[in-house]
DNA sequence: CGGGCAGTTGACCCCGCTCAAGCGCGGTGG
DNA sequence: CCACCGCGCTTGAGCGGGGTCAACTGCCCG
């Protein structure tokens, strides 16, 4: 974890529309008080209950945000890539943290303090603005989550969740998904038991649906996918 | 449902910090420009995946909100009472609908047109400040939902529904819950089958946690409701 | 009086969770 | 270099929570 300025802004307004909304003025003091590290592979950013000193920008990797169970499980509820920013609910809602964010493939983070995150939303209202979508779009999201997980069974919600990965992480040259979960972080996910997971894995490979190797998935019949999450 | 501009803004500021946040002159333009309706128990004020033309204010009464599943099942995703605004994530974000809005109890309620809400959060940085914390604390709501869906089973469920009725609609005269839903909304509500929560519901009776009558419902023992919830 | 809907109860049984055992593999230390 | 350990993965067996189906009741309302 060292402690430098090093990452540019750039890379993440490459990557999120959010940053397109501030001034380059707005950046360059952006970029003089952003405040990075680099996070290895099950680090933690922060935990679920403590509260956090400003809004993280991932620059690069993948973090993960759970919340835990009282029987210790975890239960992921979304995950961050490239360019997105998280942490900014707790921020602007004065709370503290509602999950616990884990680094999931070794990450470049910003920090932004949370008295200039705050600023930037009060002085410039295209950035509230889209501020505002984004919490809107993880609202709709989660309430699409609670209907799923309320209502499909778990063979539906695994063929749901490999899609939502491939949508969000897309596949690498091998064709496999761009992320690697063991079956304890997919059955987190899933909202499930890890031997269901394999279970229900080991079924789709068996139907000639997905192609395993370790922690590598390929999916072979999207369309075939698509109708076993929605219950035809 | 008539069509008349009768409702007072001034009764849901009493009971909105929402709107302390909007000048005189902004509540004069608005009470000019909302456009209010009643409408009884059962009727539907939006469905799932339609547009809508503006935010919805609820002046009294009570609304659910709801997604149905692929095989028309209701799962109920959180309620509005006097006071509350819904429809904004629709509005802000530009899509249609994620839920269905119904009456639980006949309501009085306000249609601000989307260009004037939208003027609304872009002029007013307090005003957006509200809507960021209001979407965020909605969202820290369907987090926790989703994690005591995914985790907790029916019987920890119910109890956790039960105080949560009781704290955002609060016992009449009576010490009754003050929202009537039926078995069947509850069920919706918990996420399980209506069968379920009739079962469930008579345990706790028998275990004098709760008073039945038709479709009120007295909470007797908080301490211990609180207790089973968290799987104590 | 009859129809329909909400509520209730019982019977059945299946999905999926838990527990336990075994396997493969990589890291560590003797 | 090998032995050992631990972790992640896999598979089987067992069972119980809770979903489904069906029948019945009570109540409201036409």
Request: glycine share 6%.
């Amino acid at each position: 974890m060292d402690n430098l300025k090093l990452n540019t802004c750039e890379t993440c307004f490459v990557h999120n529309d959010l940053f397109r909304k501030i001034t380059k003025e707005e950046i360059d003091i952006l970029s003089y008080i952003k405040n990075c590290n680099t996070y290895d592979k099950g680090d933690i950013i922060y935990s679920e209950g403590s509260r956090i000193s400003g809004v993280y920008c991932l620059n690069s990797g993948i973090v993960k945000h759970y919340k835990t169970g009282n029987d210790g499980k975890e239960q992921i509820i979304r995950f961050s890539k490239a360019g997105e920013i998280f942490g900014y609910r707790s921020i602007l809602s004065n709370e503290v943290a509602c999950t616990t964010a884990k680094v999931v493939e070794e990450s470049s983070v910003c920090l932004i303090p949370a008295a200039h995150f705050t600023t930037l939303v009060n002085t410039n209202s295209n950035f509230a603005m889209s501020i505002i979508k984004l919490s809107c779009r993880e609202l709709g999201d989660a309430n699409q989550y609670i209907l799923d997980i309320a209502q499909k069974n778990v063979r539906e919600r695994l063929a749901e969740i490999l899609l939502l990965l491939h949508e969000n992480f897309g596949i690498n040259k091998d064709g496999d998904l761009n992320i690697f979960l063991t079956r304890e972080e997919l059955a987190g996910l899933v909202g499930t038991a890890t031997e269901s997971v394999i279970r229900l894995l080991s079924d789709f490979k068996k139907d000639g649906l997905i192609v395993l190797n370790k922690r590598k998935i390929k999916l072979l019949n999207l369309k075939k996918l698509k109708h076993i999450s929605q219950n035809f």
